[in-house]
């Protein structure tokens, strides 16, 4: 029984030393401090160029195509007739960066077209094609096709859909 008692207390002293030299070793480090960043993040849509027409019914010109949004973050385009499969609209369109923080365009967003709309194809190129980041108060162009979809079989009349462009931070 005494041999128990000694290998108990032994494993109680142990468990004791163990537990004291941790705590002697081990400290609690604690870091304050605080960080600000400032900057704008500011891209917009500043002009539309002259469109491109091809069997399009209607005035092919920038005013009636497009608009830019009163804050500038949206683009409303509207093309009332393409005639025929394939026919297309192209309207180039500028954006610029007036923020003082450099920017990328992460995606392209589409709002208005519905399953009505399923004849035309809008596609992009330009910046919506491109990984390249946008500095402050530089431009970049990109143009928007709007094009009669000639493998589906139905007709292309009165299309308005806004777009927006989403954009973040250019890493360095």
């Given at each position: 029984?005494?041999?128990?008692?000694?290998?108990?207390?032994?494993?109680?002293?142990?468990?004791?030393?163990?537990?004291?030299?941790?705590?002697?070793?081990?400290?609690?480090?604690?870091?304050?401090g605080s960080a600000t960043a400032k900057?704008d993040f500011d891209v917009e849509f500043?002009?539309?160029?002259?469109?491109?027409?091809?069997?399009?019914?209607?005035?092919?010109?920038?005013?009636?195509?497009?608009?830019?949004?009163?804050?500038?973050?949206?683009?409303?385009?509207?093309?009332?007739?393409?005639?025929?499969?394939?026919s297309y609209v192209e309207i180039p369109?500028?954006?610029?960066?007036?923020?003082?923080?450099?920017?990328?365009?992460?995606?392209?967003?589409?709002?208005?077209?519905?399953?009505?709309?399923?004849?035309?194809?809008?596609?992009?190129?330009?910046?919506?094609?491109?990984?390249?980041?946008?500095?402050?108060?530089?431009?970049?162009?990109?143009?928007?096709?709007?094009?009669?979809?000639?493998?589906?079989?139905?007709?292309?009349?009165?299309?308005?859909?806004?777009?927006?462009?989403?954009?973040?931070?250019?890493?360095?």
């Amino acid at each position: 029984m005494k041999k128990n008692s000694m290998a108990i207390i032994g494993v109680v002293a142990f468990v004791l030393a163990v537990a004291v030299g941790y705590a002697l070793f081990s400290e609690t480090i604690n870091v304050n401090g605080s960080a600000t960043a400032k900057g704008d993040f500011d891209v917009e849509f500043t002009s539309i160029g002259t469109p491109t027409c091809s069997g399009f019914s209607g005035t092919c010109d920038a005013a009636s195509l497009a608009k830019i949004s009163t804050d500038k973050n949206t683009l409303t385009v509207t093309v009332n007739k393409l005639n025929y499969p394939g026919s297309y609209v192209e309207i180039p369109v500028t954006v610029t960066n007036k923020g003082s923080i450099a920017a990328k365009l992460k995606q392209i967003n589409e709002t208005g077209l519905t399953e009505a709309d399923r004849a035309v194809k809008v596609t992009y190129s330009g910046i919506a094609a491109s990984d390249t980041a946008i500095g402050t108060n530089e431009t970049q162009d990109m143009t928007i096709r709007v094009e009669w979809d000639s493998t589906v079989n139905k007709s292309s009349e009165n299309v308005t859909f806004k777009i927006a462009l989403n954009y973040e931070q250019a890493q360095k």
